[in-house]
């Protein structure tokens, strides 16, 4: 769903995609707090922990 709705911000967004299961992965999601996949986080803030309608995820990201 990120890939239909992020074009339309243009270059606001950098969609940057981590493996929770890699060792890479692991320390920063334990770092983060992320318990739950999908995650969703701008600026390092968690936004969603689910996965969001279209509308809910056009409407946060919006509101950046």
């Known amino acids: 769903m990120l890939d239909d709705v992020l074009p339309q911000f243009g270059r606001k967004f ?3 995609k981590t493996n ?4 890479v ?3 920063k999601t334990m ?3 992320i ?3 999908p995650t969703l986080l701008v600026d390092q803030k968690i936004v969603f ?3 969001p309608t279209k509308q809910e995820l056009i409407n946060i ?3 950046y």
């Open 20 to 23: 929770a299961n890699m060792p």
């Open 25 to 27: 992965g692991m320390i």
């Open 31 to 33: 770092k983060l707090g």
């Open 14 to 16: 950098v969609l940057k």
């Open 49 to 51: 922990r689910s996965v």
């Open 35 to 37: 318990h739950a996949v």
């Open 61 to 63: 990201l919006g509101s």
